[in-house]
């Protein structure tokens, strides 16, 4: 989403042109990270509003500190921009010309236009100044505003204002619209990695929606701990982001919590990175009850660390019970909030999994063989599962079609009735958290008497795409399981392949013949070293 936002906003009507000057210098205020604003920006907005224009006079600040916009009232409320649903990332700094704390319209605002917070400020007759501070809150709507307080007596940690903000208006920090342009930005310690990542990257950027307006390489043995990709690329790829206009920009590895707070700083456009673009293509296409708790569970160990990056400042607005103690500050809060969810969601999954666990063991009374099917992401896995079963489930030409475990039975031509399970899909790097929170997937598999091993044959990336699904069976301790390599997409290759591997097209249904009494192989085989 653009931010569709004029310099000035409001009731100038009347002003003359060096009250118009002053307030166009307000756009070249900025306030440094870690405040919500300066003593002398908000000095300057009061005595604008009480003395100068006599109207509510305030500025929108973005993320980064820069004024974006200033907004001029009446004399009895301010005259706000239109911002639909809301432009994430935004707060406002505004005064009142009779002096007064939040009003209602300010508070209905900070929930209505989705702000991370509103506040009013006011400085006394004796040169005091004073703030009145409202922050998003869990629930039917905002808090009341914490009232008048000395402005040096308040201090926020920013980090987990943005964060808590993100989470109460229901938008996950790294919410992506479809359509939006997005550059993308990959560091690798070798060329031939950062060919492949970017190749991957576009193809998950695809997934999720995007539009790829430019992607940039870089290839350095050592990422550069503040930025990731030195101050010079970074000032070249937020230029091409400025010129290009873009929403979002993606970064391939992980950012840690200080080189994506560093990064924001920089630019108005978004910043997320390869495992939250994940996150959010995950997002989209959970469709059942478990995979839709799995991916919330993710994203909330994902965000737990970054939550916990502290700012320069703790915030301690209120304090306890009659006020006896400092209180819980606002981070406390927030990362006991998402503690306490992760704790939930762990205990409503651990159920599901046991009920999932006592239907394998009632499978297995009967002694119904299991075959999963694995590889890596996009190999035609789910194509696959409804040209053997004819059942209808979800295949597109997407990274992570699949998000949790389809179970179909069939029968084989041998007359062997067998369970057949699809999974979700591998990729390089896959974050730890991810590969915890689809457990339900790989308790399938370890159940499994065979695994069907998917490969792309038209990738040129085949072979290294194999050994990473091999990994990660490795570490998972599958790699036990008896396998069955099955070459898939073989209609895209110049000819069909000759030997005495799997070849097949899951798309035509050449070659499934020869799978379906692969398969029955492999299942007596094993049965007689059972025997």
């Given amino acids: 989403m653009k931010r569709d936002i004029s310099t000035i906003h409001g009731n100038t009507r009347g002003l003359g042109p060096s009250q118009i000057k002053r307030l166009q210098l307000l756009l070249r205020r900025r306030v440094p990270s870690g405040q919500i604003v300066t003593a002398q920006l908000a000095s300057l907005l009061s005595v604008m509003a009480l003395e100068d224009i006599q109207r509510e006079v305030g500025v929108v600040l973005d993320r980064a500190g820069r004024v974006v916009q200033v907004v001029v009232g009446t004399s009895e409320r301010l005259e706000l921009p239109e911002y639909g649903e809301g432009v994430p990332g935004l707060r406002i700094v505004h005064a009142h010309p009779d002096g007064s704390r939040l009003r209602r319209d300010d508070l209905a605002a900070l929930t209505i236009s989705r702000l991370d917070a509103m506040a009013v400020v006011h400085r006394n007759e004796h040169g005091n100044l004073f703030m009145d501070l409202a922050l998003p809150e869990e629930g039917s709507g905002p808090i009341q505003g914490s009232g008048f307080m000395p402005f040096q007596d308040i201090s926020v940690d920013m980090d987990a204002l943005f964060a808590s903000s993100d989470t109460v208006h229901g938008t996950r920090m790294h919410d992506v619209q479809q359509g939006e342009l997005a550059v993308l930005v990959v560091v690798a310690q070798s060329s031939d990695k950062a060919r492949r990542r970017s190749l991957e990257l576009k193809e998950l950027a695809r997934t ?166 694995v590889g890596y992401t996009n190999v035609g896995k789910s194509t696959l599962l409804t040209a053997l079963t004819g059942s209808e489930v979800f295949a597109e030409n997407m990274l992570f079609a699949t998000l949790s475990p389809r179970a179909r039975r069939m029968r084989l031509d041998s007359g062997i009735g067998i369970v057949l399970t699809d999974t979700v899909g591998f990729i390089e790097d896959l974050p730890s958290d991810l590969q915890k929170a689809f457990r339900a997937t790989l308790e399938e598999m370890r159940e499994s008497d065979l695994l069907l091993h998917v490969l792309d044959a038209s990738d040129p990336d085949m072979e290294f795409r194999r050994e990473q699904v091999e990994r990660i069976l490795r570490e998972m301790d599958l790699d036990s399981i008896p396998r069955l390599e099955v070459y898939n997409k073989c209609d895209l290759l110049d000819e069909w392949p000759q030997g005495p591997d799997v070849y097949i097209s899951a798309l035509s249904g050449r070659g499934l013949d020869n799978l379906r009494s692969a398969i029955t192989d492999g299942l007596l085989l094993m049965a007689d070293d059972n025997g």
Avoid: W
């Fill in 208 to 373: 999720a929606g995007l539009t790829v307006a430019r992607v940039f390489t870089q290839v350095r043995h050592k990422p550069d701990s503040r930025t990731l990709v030195g101050s010079g690329k970074l000032e070249e790829i937020l230029l091409e982001a400025r010129r290009s206009d873009v929403d979002l920009i993606v970064f391939d590895p992980e950012l840690t919590p200080a080189q994506a707070k560093a990064i924001t700083q920089r630019t108005g456009a978004r910043v997320i990175d390869r495992t939250m673009l994940i996150l959010d293509i995950f997002a989209q296409h959970a469709s059942t009850r478990e995979a839709k708790l799995q991916v919330e569970l993710a994203q909330l160990r994902y965000r737990l660390p970054h939550l916990s990056h502290r700012g320069n400042m703790m915030s301690r607005l209120m304090g306890g019970i009659g006020g006896r103690g400092p209180g819980e500050t606002k981070l406390e809060i927030d990362r006991r909030r998402v503690r306490e969810r992760i704790a939930r969601l762990e205990r409503r999954l651990s159920k599901m999994e046991a009920e999932r666990s006592l239907r394998r063991k009632r499978r297995r009374s009967r002694r119904v063989p299991v075959v999963a099917i």
